[in-house]
């Protein structure tokens, strides 16, 4: 169950407390985030809304271990991991994290099947067992005939799969997707959020979502609004479609 | 290992890229293996065996003779096991570009103080026989296609007594180590000062002193030089390899030159590298992001760039160190004996692979110190 008010002890997977981040730019000082709590149980599928520069991808950063929050915590399965250093926060990442980012970010001189690898070969795996969790990985995103064609040879809506192959191959405890579908057409896009939610379903996956699109949001289980550096729970119309921020 | 495969589909990124940066890597290390074994060859002396050798010549110059009046006196000297003199005979065969260092040596010493040109004992044997003998390196015999029995005309322009001298090939001698020199000619001293004019007759070039221990080269050296002080004839006695040193420096300042080259190669080919590698890293900087967000640390991602940099770097260092061992016996011929062996020997091939390797982890490590220390926020808006 999601909840942004508690800021008290929880049993949730994920627990952001009193989460503020400043930035610098010239002399003025931007804070984006501003005292925000937010608790994520496993197998949530959360959909983070917001305008531009409402600290969306901020606060999925921070959440990934990718920056660090100038006040409070996250923890994550028990794991505080704001005050980690960076080589164990990198560490963490590795065994905790799968990314999606917009632009799939696939590396384009290696094939699916080898940037689908790419995580494992962080692990005491064998070339044996990687080879079968790289092609459970694009089985499950149905790219299995796909495995040696290199992201060129790709459409938007394949190199987004392979994307997502790679970041469920290790069994992550959680998937942050950034604007998952932004650089697709609608039927692309409708493909991947479905597998998406199909990874929730059927695979208990916890994934935490930022879009600006509703329709996409919409797939999420809740939404939420980030506005003024603080998390607001979405509402949804009769059709399921997210209709904006409500208290 | 299983990092190979990124690091060459990184490699491979930019063909035309790596070619040339290959190639840069490949001239480079030609040169530097060229310049080496030029160095080489001006510097080389007996190896160990010149280590208890000393060389005495003219005070003034090495082209003033020495009385041959000397060799005696020398060898009473304490600490001196043997002493055996040579002229130097500046001829050339059949045709004048066909130069090889031709010496007038005394039998009777020669392999007592040069054991390391080895000849066989039945050729030796004649060669002593035969007034007119010579024995020849087995490099200049192989180069003439000469063979024992041999008549060899000899023509000199310094001892002008008309027409070719002749001789009778009764040897060829082979030296014990790669790099011993196997382009000289060797005659008798008997056949020499027969047929000089009377003005040069019982003088020779330069003496080569064998010592009991190389401890006693400086006593000796002194010993002998204080022997013919305030005579018509001053010596200046030397150890054979600061001999060899005085020669070169008679050419001018080849190590300088060389050791100038060399450096302009170097710092050339580190800034040609360095910056084709800063380039590279600086298009992946959003894959690098990609990976530390997967979780590769940053000594990975150093590792990473380090290794690309160095694997061009050995493969360009040994297609120019291969290069260089089928063009440098080429090059050798071509200067028909003008220097002696040129050698590329497994030393210079050893500092060349070092040398190519620590201009590949030069030129690496800048740029893999930035990819290291990239945030990845940052890295990753670059995509």
Redesign the interface.
């Known amino acids: 169950m999601v909840s942004v008010n508690n800021n008290g002890q929880s049993s949730a997977l994920i627990q952001v407390r009193g989460l503020n981040k400043t930035y610098r730019r010239g002399g003025e000082e931007i804070q984006v985030l501003q005292g925000l709590n937010l608790d994520v149980d496993k197998g949530d599928f959360v959909g983070f809304m917001g305008p531009s520069g409402s600290g969306k991808t901020t606060l999925l950063?921070l959440m990934?271990g990718?920056?660090v929050p100038t006040a409070g915590t996250i923890s994550v399965a028990g794991d505080e991991i704001t005050h980690m250093s960076?080589?164990k926060l990198?560490?963490w990442?590795?065994?905790h994290v799968g990314?999606v980012?917009q632009?799939y970010?696939l590396?384009?001189?290696?094939t699916a099947y080898?940037n689908v690898e790419?995580?494992l070969?962080?692990t005491r795996l064998s070339?044996t067992e990687r080879r079968q969790h790289v092609e459970a990985a694009l089985s499950i995103v149905g790219l299995a005939g796909r495995s040696n064609h290199f992201p060129r040879q790709l459409s938007g809506g394949q190199e987004q799969r392979v994307a997502i192959a790679?970041a469920i191959v290790s069994d992550p405890t959680f998937l942050l997707c950034d604007e998952p579908t932004g650089d697709l057409d609608r039927k692309s896009a409708d493909e991947i959020m479905a597998l998406i939610s199909e990874l929730v379903a059927k695979h208990a996956k916890t994934v935490l979502m930022v879009t600006h699109d509703p329709l996409v949001a919409a797939r999420a289980q809740t939404v939420l609004h980030l506005e003024k550096g603080v998390l607001v729970e979405a509402a949804k119309s009769q059709h399921g479609v997210v209709v904006g921020g409500g208290a | 290992m299983k990092f190979w495969r990124l690091i060459k589909a990184n490699l491979f990124r930019k063909k035309v890229r790596l070619l040339l940066t290959l190639g840069s890597f490949m001239v480079a290390m030609f040169l530097f293996a060229f310049l080496a074994v030029v160095r080489g060859a001006f510097t080389r002396t007996g190896g160990i065996a010149s280590a208890g050798r000393l060389v005495t010549i003219n005070r003034v110059s090495i082209i003033q003779p020495i009385p041959l009046s000397y060799r005696d006196k020398i060898a009473r000297i304490k600490g001196v096991q043997a002493v055996t003199h040579y002229n130097w005979f500046g001829g050339t065969y059949q045709d004048e570009k066909n130069f090889f260092p031709q010496f007038v040596i005394d039998p009777e010493n020669q392999r007592k103080v040069i054991p390391e040109l080895v000849v066989p004992d039945v050729q030796w044997a004649n060669f002593l026989k035969d007034r007119q003998g010579a024995i020849a390196g087995a490099a200049t015999a192989k180069r003439f296609g000469w063979k024992i029995g041999d008549r060899i005309p000899i023509t000199t322009t310094i001892y002008g007594t008309g027409g070719a001298w002749e001789f009778n090939l009764d040897g060829i001698y082979h030296g014990q180590h790669a790099d011993d020199d196997e382009s000289q000619f060797w005659f008798q001293w008997d056949y020499f000062e027969e047929r000089v004019p009377d003005r040069i007759k019982g003088l020779i070039g330069w003496y080569a002193i064998k010592l009991d221990s190389p401890d006693e080269a400086l006593r000796v050296a002194t010993a002998v030089d204080n022997e013919f002080a305030n005579s018509p004839y001053e010596t200046k006695t030397d150890t054979e390899s600061q001999f060899a040193a005085n020669w070169v420096k008679q050419f001018g300042n080849i190590e300088f030159l060389i050791l100038s080259i060399g450096s302009v190669v170097f710092f050339t080919l580190l800034l040609v590298t360095g910056n084709t590698m800063a380039i590279s890293v600086r298009e992946r900087t959003g894959e690098l992001g990609i990976l530390k967000a997967i979780g590769f640390k940053n000594r990975s991602v150093l590792f990473f760039v380090l290794a690309e940099s160095l694997a061009i770097a050995l493969v360009g260092g040994i297609l120019g160190l291969g290069l260089a061992l089928i063009a440098i016996p080429v090059l050798g011929s071509a200067l028909n004996g003008l220097l002696p062996n040129l050698i590329l020997s497994k030393s210079v091939l050893a500092v060349a692979i070092g040398f190519a390797l620590a201009v590949g982890a030069a030129s690496g490590l800048l740029p893999g110190i930035g990819a290291m220390r990239l945030r990845v926020v940052n890295a990753l808006r670059r995509v």
């Open positions: 950063n990934g990718l920056d960076s080589g990198t560490e990442r590795a065994r990314f980012f632009m970010n590396i384009p001189v290696l080898q790419l995580p070969l962080l070339g790679r």
